[in-house]
């Protein structure tokens, strides 16, 4: 693995040692890995800088995937970074373009800030209409980097994948706005099942019941529920190795992406044209003309529910993935 993700000091480099370059993107899994062509791209342009990705301690091991970049621990914007000033050298805004995050960078008082227009920061416009993938690597082009939006593949985990082959169907999600129905995601499983696919359900530690209720309504043993019991590198060794994904927008899904895994996306409340996979072995579903698009709802978005256990088993037969 080409450096991993370390927790990274709060007192800087200081003098004589290698240049700071900071990346503000205090964001969940899915916006890091949507961000990594990014990531790469700055990686390149800044070869003599030590690099370091400001966001939540738990996405240490995912960083650790895409290569050369440090954690430092930010949760949200609510806090200052703890960086003072003049410490950093080039600061890069990845995280948006409003006020908090615009004030965030500005307080770093770096050489260069690379960042869209907000506040006193210079910069393009903001491009809402843009995927997330390309709107970075606009935004890097716009300020002299070469940035290429498809450069979005992760380094391989090192951690073994213990059901390699697996189908993963993943039940969780960060929001209400994004939980497709448990007796969906059973039923799927079960036809997947029985059409010979090795099932397995995924989820992060808070979502361990609703797997295993998940896998009561499927007819499935108990050891087919992974939730919970992965690390992140072991996660991505899953997605990676697996035969398809099936997953609402979440991590799961960028994770397949970003390992080139067939994937199934049910989108609810998040626009496809966004966030959704790049060409390849993924397919969307989703009703457009239903979104109500309110990502902090407690329930699921319309458009989410309009999927049905039927488009999602048509879907995963398109993939070849089905005896004919």
Known sequence: MTGGAVPADAEGSGKGERPELLVLRALKLGDLLVAVPALKAIRRAFPEHRLRYAAQGWLSEALGLVGGYELLPTHGLDQPLALGPGVVDVAVNL??????????????????????????????????????????????????????????????????????????????????????????????????????????????????????????????????????????????????????????DTGAAHLASAYGTPSVVLFGPAPPEIWGPPPGPHVVLTQAGLRRGDTFSDVPDPALLAVEVDDVMAAVAGLGLLPA
């Open 95 to 248: 995280h948006g373009n409003g006020p908090e995050s615009a004030g965030r960078i500005e307080a770093l008082k770096a050489r260069r800030t690379i960042a869209y227009r907000g506040g006193n920061l210079e910069g393009p416009p903001w491009r809402p209409e843009l995927h997330e993938r390309d709107r970075w690597a606009h935004l890097l082009s716009w300020h002299g980097i070469d940035a290429d939006p498809t450069d979005l593949r992760l380094e391989r985990p090192r951690v073994p994948n213990p059901v390699p082959g697996a189908t993963v169907v993943h039940v969780g999600a960060a929001y209400g706005s994004r939980l497709w129905p448990a007796e969906r995601f059973a039923a799927v499983a079960a036809e997947l099942a029985r059409a010979g696919h090795r099932v397995v359900f995924t989820g992060g530690e808070g979502e361990k019941d609703r797997a295993y209720a998940v896998c009561r309504l499927a007819g499935l043993t108990a050891d087919t529920v992974l939730a919970g019991s992965l690390g992140l590198a072991g996660f991505a060794a899953v997605i990676a190795g697996a035969r398809v994904v099936v997953s609402a």
